[in-house]
Antibody, heavy 120, light 108 residues
Framework: QLQLQESGPGLVKPSETLSLTCIVS??????????WGWIRQPPGRGLEWIGN???????YYNPSLKGRVTVSVDTSKNQYSLRLPSVTAADTAVYYC????????????WGQGTLVTVSS | SYELTQPPSVSVAPGQTARITCGGN??????VHWYQQKPGQAPVLVVY???KRPSGIPERFSGSNSGNTATLTITRVDAGDEADYYC???????????FGTGTKVSVL
């Protein structure tokens, strides 16, 4: 059973870079048949998919964030990361990591989520 | 971009049936997944590929999908079903996951 745990600062200043890591346990990212994703949810609002990565490094992103966001994978540490530069208050949200099994179109496993607040 | 529209809220008396709709252009041609999210928790999959239920999800939860509307139906609603519910599809034309706007289910 895959388990995901988000890690990173809970407070980021405006114009700085938001960086989060998703630590994976219960299975190996390398050679797995999963896509590893990020989803966010602003306080009191709905879910927004950010992007996914395969263990090979192949990525695809939400067009609304493309150009700002980078998702990367470190198979040696069995984790993957999210990087979002030049943040504003609009990037304040709970950030979830979640998986999509290869060939599927649903998010089967989720981390508990981590709140990132953008504020000076 | 592809959009999924849900009613903001649905209220239902205990023991009755809640129906949550998810509207999208020709959504019937796509596979729809439904998530339940309780306050402070991550979403949990309750219905996938339109009609399937993950293990551990009660039979009271069911789904349908046709035309421009997908529906999540919860029968014999109880207080434990109070939550936000989101539909989700994969838009293959632009390689994009799309979530619905979300529906808050309240048990009267």
């Amino acid at each position: 059973q895959l388990q995901l745990q988000e890690s990173g600062p809970g407070l980021v200043k405006p114009s700085e870079t938001l960086s989060l890591t998703c630590i994976v346990s219960g299975g190996s990212i390398r050679g797995s048949s999963y896509y590893w994703g990020w989803i966010r949810q602003p306080p009191g609002r709905g879910l927004e998919w950010i992007g996914n990565i395969y263990y090979t490094g192949s990525t695809y992103y939400n067009p609304s964030l493309k150009g700002r966001v980078t998702v990367s994978v470190d198979t040696s540490k069995n984790q993957y990361s999210l990087r979002l530069p030049s943040v504003t208050a609009a990037d304040t949200a709970v950030y979830y990591c979640a998986t999509v099994k290869e060939g599927a179109t649903l998010f089967g496993s989720w981390g508990q989520g981590t709140l990132v607040t953008v504020s000076s | 971009s592809y959009e999924l529209t849900q009613p903001p809220s649905v209220s239902v008396a205990p023991g009755q049936t809640a129906r949550i709709t998810c509207g999208g252009n020709d959504i019937g041609s796509k596979s729809v997944h439904w998530y339940q999210q309780k306050p402070g928790q991550a979403p949990v999959l309750v219905v996938y590929y339109d009609t399937k239920r993950p293990s551990g999800i009660p039979e009271r939860f069911s789904g349908s999908n046709s035309g421009n509307t997908a529906t999540l139906t919860i029968t014999r609603v109880d207080a434990g079903d109070e939550a936000d519910y989101y539909c989700q599809v994969w838009e293959s034309k632009i390689d994009h996951y799309v979530f619905g706007t979300g529906t808050k289910v309240s048990v009267l």
